[in-house]
């Protein structure tokens, strides 16, 4: 697990002594890498400290959350900590993770640490995972000519330029192409997510359409694709917007 490195913005010497003591029984824990009586020159303490949290005292000083703009690291999670519970409302209005209550108690200081911790792990895998998808995007080759259609016993490999349309079909796909064939596939549609070039929108949970073969789009009660091969089908009403900038920048 992670050690919560903070920075203390603090002059309550009780509170500065609960706090260091805090650090020293639990040390796998929180770490404090400063502690300061005010926020002047804070932005100058982040960029040289590189804190994961500010831990910051709402009793006698005024945060102003401009501060953070001049950062030149990853800004730090907030920490705040009052004697007046009203200023819980202001604090989670800076996108505090936690607020705690004067007097602090080991418990609370334990809990919005664990708080804090699972947030920025939680953090770090959703970046992880996005950074793993743009690695993923950036490998593959950039002019797709074909795809792979799995069936129970074959893999074909159709060509993008053929498909005019693919339909979900709970866990299978179908794919419509220009020789008026159906070719189904056992994967579902999202898993052909990927695959797809830049002529394809998911126009609808189930159906993702080849612009290539677009004759025109009908207004009536909502907005329909109709394709070269006679098939009219709906666009989703989430979707419309983005159908319509995606058409508009091809």
Request: glycine residues 2%; proline residues 2%; neutral net charge.
């Amino acid at each position: 697990m992670k050690v919560l490195q903070a920075i203390v913005i603090e002059n309550d010497i009780e509170v500065i002594k609960l706090l260091q003591q805090f650090e020293i029984e639990n040390s796998v824990l929180f770490s404090i890498l400063d502690i300061v009586e005010d926020c002047k020159n804070i932005t100058k303490l982040i960029n040289e400290k590189k804190p994961d949290v500010l831990f910051i005292s709402r009793d006698e000083h005024v945060f102003d959350p401009k501060i953070l703009n001049d950062l030149t690291v990853r800004k730090p999670k907030l920490l705040f900590a009052s004697k007046d519970k009203c200023q819980a409302f202001e604090a989670f209005g800076f996108n505090a993770i936690d607020f705690l209550l004067k007097p602090l108690t080991t418990n609370s200081l334990i809990i919005s640490i664990y708080k804090t911790i699972k947030y920025l792990e939680m953090e770090t895998v959703f970046q992880d995972d996005v950074l793993g998808k743009i690695k993923t995007i950036n490998a593959l080759p950039q002019n797709f000519e074909y795809v792979s259609i799995s069936s129970v016993d074959k893999i074909e490999l159709l060509k993008m330029d053929d498909i005019i349309f693919c339909k979900a079909d709970g866990k299978y796909t179908e794919f419509n192409t220009i020789n008026a064939s159906v070719i189904i596939s056992s994967k579902n549609l999202g898993e052909y997510a990927l695959s797809f070039n830049n002529n394809f929108f998911r126009i609808h949970h189930s159906y993702v359409v080849n612009i290539k073969y677009l004759v025109k789009i009908i207004k009536n009660n909502g907005l329909f694709c109709e394709l070269k091969n006679g098939h009219i089908l709906p666009v989703a009403k989430r979707r419309q917007e983005e159908f319509m900038k995606f058409i508009n920048h091809q």
